[in-house]
């Protein structure tokens, strides 16, 4: 019922940016909280980001003062704006996103993963 579609991984050099996007689309009522994941090879699934739905905010501290997550209602994104980035960044990034469904039921959902590569 519910599709969500992460974009915008790619190769970027330390110090460089990157956008994520992760939008969601189908029987979808609005969309509640939602949470940004990253996995390395080998290493347990690490929380990121968090947003609610009044757009309240929470970052792990490895990241905080240089991630960002943003939402857009109108379109069913959720965005993780990176800057910064450093090698250890570097993971598999999945979007969590708990769905307010049309028929009034909470579904979370993950995102089918973006690498990001920080590397020189």
């Known amino acids: 019922q519910v599709q969500l579609v992460e974009s915008g991984g790619g190769l970027v050099q330390p110090g460089g940016s990157l956008r994520l996007s992760c939008t969601a689309s189908?029987?979808?009522?609005?969309?509640?909280?939602a949470n940004w994941y990253r996995q390395a090879p080998g290493k347990e699934r690490e929380w990121v980001a968090r947003?609610?739905?009044?757009?309240?905010?929470n970052y792990a501290d490895s990241v905080k003062g240089r991630f960002t997550i943003s939402r857009d209602n109108a379109k069913n994104t959720v965005y993780l704006q990176m800057n910064s980035l450093k090698p250890e960044d570097t993971a598999v990034y999945y979007c969590?996103?708990?769905?307010?469904?049309?028929?009034?039921?909470?579904?979370?959902?993950w995102g089918q993963g973006t690498q990001v590569t920080v590397s020189s």
């Open positions: 969590l996103v708990e769905v307010l469904m049309s028929d009034y039921s909470r579904r979370d959902y």
């Open positions: 189908g029987s979808i009522f609005r969309l509640n909280s």
């Open positions: 947003i609610t739905s009044n757009g309240s905010t």
